[in-house]
Each structure stands twice: as C-alpha cells, then as structure tokens.
C-alpha cells in the first residue's frame, strides 16, 4: 500500500513543501502558502491529508534529484526523545534492573538535524559519532493531560529519525546527555511526513537501521516499553503538545557503541533507517570542516 507523503524542501534557494507523487514533487506552498505558510500550519489546521489528496491528481514540479530535502516540520516547538524504549536495549546496560518504571528523555534542537540524503557532520570535538534509528510521531492536535483512549487521535503523522548522538559527550555530565545529543547537524529528519490513519499503521511495524548495506538495528514497535499511546498520555501531563511538536519515540539495540570495539560512524558511510508504511531515511557522513 502507497501512503501519501508531503515534504519540505529546498530549490533555487527558496524553502517550500509538497507532496511526493510519480518520482517528483508537486509544489503546494505554490499554491496554499498564503494560507499555510509551512507544513506546521497545515499539520494545525488538519489539512495534511486534503493536500496530499489534491496533489495526487498534479503532476510533478520537481524532480527529486532536483531538491533538497529538510527535515518535515520547520521550527518545532518541541522535540522530544524518548530514550530506552525496547527491552533489548534495557539489556544493553547490563544494570540487572527490570524495564524502568518510567520514559528516560531529553529535548533537542531543531539545528541538530539536517533532512534525508544531506550528511551527517561528525563534528572537530569527538570522533564518535553514533546512529539511532527511531520511528518519529508529529502532533497534530493539542493537547495537556491526554487520557491514553484518546491519545493517538492527537497524531497528525509519522516520519523517520537518525538520531545521531556524539557518545563521549553524553557522558559529560552526571545527570543529562543534552550536549552530545545537540551537535549540530549530527541527526536527521524525514524524508517525509505520511498522515496517520490508523493504529494499525503504527502499532506493530518493523523498524531497520543499516550501515554501508549491514543491518545493525533490527526491531518492531509492537515491543516499545512505553507505547504511543502511553508516551502522549505521560508528556501531555506535564506539557501542553502542539501542532508540530516531535515525538521521537526510541531506537532498538544494535547502535554502534555496542559493538567490541565500538564501530562509530566515519566520513564515506551511508546509514538508513527504514520502517515499514513509512520509507527510508538516508544520510551519508562528512567530518566539520576546519
């Protein structure tokens, strides 16, 4: 089954967005920008599915190759990451305790990421720049204290997350992971939101991160410790979630700082993430330039 998919882009210097139909882009901010001047004013305003739907019978206005993907939702007000969801990965720590009681999670910057097939910067201050791979959920509607029976009708979408991380710089501190989680560049976004329907679009898919072609994630959400629905409930307690905001939802066991020795990621490497419904997210690497 083919779900729409709307994306922001770059061409000729001008930021826009539309929706990806026959191996192009049609450009809806050509037509809706008044209106709504960025993916975040459709996503408000419930309109991503009418969009995707008008675009269906347009053709293209772009090729791909002719565009620059950035990550879907311009200016978030809130990204939030939700670490050490899936049981594997609560092994990983070899800690002995059961599957915490509560999400561990941290906030990002909207400048830490870059959108799909632009490369991740291994930055001057550490060369261990390591892959996350995690499903993406985008709320659509707002909300605070969101009982779980109505938490998924507060989705407006689903998209992808590399969720890049520098390891020794997480370990800076003794109680948070913000600096090595907020290098710029260091993650990505994309390549494109597809509207949630249903739960079952969500609800139990595969979820896949590869390096150079070897896969080293390998999970289902069906696993998630903390649930989307669950998540929603819990962050809506303590925040009010508006349209736009970023849920990033956990990555499963497998990243490269696992590995004996560690196999962080290096100028030349390509990583994908890649989710059943949803597509593939690819990035390549290049160090900061000096």
Not at 1 to 28: C, K, N, Q
Not at 256 to 280: H, Q, S, T
């Amino acid at each position: 089954m083919t779900f729409p998919r709307l994306a922001t882009y770059s061409i000729d210097g001008s930021t826009r967005y539309g929706a990806v139909v026959d191996g192009g882009i049609v450009d809806l901010s050509a037509k809706f920008a008044r209106q709504y001047p960025t993916l975040r004013e459709v996503i408000a305003a419930g309109a991503l599915t009418r969009l995707a739907d008008d675009a269906a019978r347009l053709r293209p206005d772009h090729a791909l190759d002719a565009i620059t993907w950035l990550p879907p939702i311009p200016a978030p007000e809130k990204i939030i990451c939700i670490g050490v969801n899936y049981p594997d990965r609560n092994a990983e720590y070899k800690d002995g305790q059961e599957a915490p009681k509560y999400p561990s999670m941290f906030m990002r910057t909207p400048r830490s990421f870059v959108g799909h097939n632009t490369p991740l910067v291994r930055p001057r201050a550490s060369a261990q720049l390591d892959y996350e791979g995690e499903l993406v959920l985008v709320i659509g509607k707002a909300g605070r204290h969101i009982p779980e029976s109505a938490a998924l009708d507060h989705i407006a979408a689903v998209t992808l997350c590399n969720e890049g991380t520098i390891r020794d710089w997480v370990r800076h501190a003794k109680f948070n992971v913000t600096q090595g989680k907020n290098f710029d560049s260091t993650g990505s976004l994309g390549p494109w939101l597809v509207p949630y329907t249903d739960e079952k679009q969500i609800a139990d898919i595969r979820l896949t991160t590869r390096v150079n072609g070897e896969t080293r994630q390998d999970d289902r959400t069906g696993r998630l410790i903390f649930g989307f629905r669950y998540l929603i409930n819990y962050l809506s307690t303590f925040t009010t979630l508006a349209p736009g905001d970023v849920i990033v939802t956990g990555t499963p066991t497998g990243a490269g700082a696992r590995f004996d020795p560690p196999r962080y990621l290096k100028p030349g490497d390509i990583v994908e993430v890649e989710a059943e419904n949803i597509g593939v997210l690819r990035n390549g690497v290049i160090d900061e330039a000096p």
